[in-house]
């Protein structure tokens, strides 16, 4: 199993050029979800999904648009890209929404909005 | 909304010595976990320890260990014979327990581990 896969690792984007963040796992988890971990914060919560056809806003949703048409597949959009949007982001997943304790987190996409 | 404190922006130990990161919650819910996890330089997050809030005893694994303070909302992490590798972010967490859509982190603690 590969897991929980992000690509990129890295990107830069011009304010106002869209993009999407690009999150796979292998595990066959219902859960999956977006973090973004800013300096000096913990993660918080962008969307999640809690499976294929469903997702719901987070914490901090906006600017975001998320879908989730397969069970392995949560990609994440930026729409219009904003200097407010640098971050790390990470993709999750979990087995359940939340019999079992532990989700598993990607190796994260650094973004940087210039 | 429940929140996630950790007062301790850095800590750092001497290799082979014990350290205790501090972490303090606010809920007024009484079914929830507890989570420690580290991310080392490569930014992956890997989970430490976990706790069940309804259990008494503290969760213990290996060389890490919690004292979980359920009255006091108190959450912290002890790590025994530090190692070189323990070298890393900690970040605390809680979640309610049926509820996997609201994961809260504190700002983590970045420990540094002497030779």
């Known amino acids: 199993n590969a897991g929980v896969t992000q690509t990129p690792k890295f990107q830069v984007l011009k304010t106002g050029q869209s993009m999407t963040l690009q999150c796979a796992q292998d595990?066959?988890?219902?859960?999956m979800s977006w973090y973004r971990q800013d300096p000096g914060m913990g993660l918080r919560l962008i969307h999640y999904?809690?499976?294929?056809?469903?997702?719901d806003q987070g914490e901090v949703p906006n600017g975001y648009n998320v879908s989730r048409s397969t069970t392995e597949d949560f990609p994440l959009r930026l729409l219009s890209a904003a200097p407010s949007q640098t971050s790390v982001y990470f993709c999750?997943?979990?087995?359940?929404?939340?019999?079992?304790?532990?989700?598993?987190f990607g190796p994260g996409t650094r973004l940087t909005v210039t | 909304a429940q929140t996630v404190t950790q007062s301790q922006p850095e800590m750092s130990v001497q290799e082979a010595e014990t350290v205790t990161l501090s972490c303090t919650y606010d809920?007024?819910?009484?079914?929830?976990?507890l989570f420690w996890y580290k991310q080392p330089p490569s930014r992956q997050m890997i989970l430490v320890i976990r706790?069940?809030?309804?259990?008494?005893q503290n969760a213990t694994e290996n060389r890490f260990s919690v004292n979980f303070q359920k009255a006091a909302k108190s959450f912290s992490l002890k790590i025994s014979d530090s190692q070189l590798g323990d070298a890393a972010m900690y970040f605390c967490?809680?979640?309610?327990?049926?509820?996997?859509?609201?994961?809260?982190f504190g700002a983590g603690t970045r420990l540094t581990v002497k030779p």
């Open positions: 706790q069940e809030a309804y259990k008494q």
């Open positions: 595990m066959n988890h219902e859960y």
């Open positions: 999750a997943s979990s087995p359940d929404r939340g019999r079992t304790y532990e989700q598993y």
């Open positions: 999904s809690v499976g294929a056809g469903i997702t």
């Open positions: 809920t007024s819910e009484s079914d929830y976990y």
């Open positions: 967490a809680y979640r309610l327990m049926y509820n996997n859509n609201d994961m809260r």
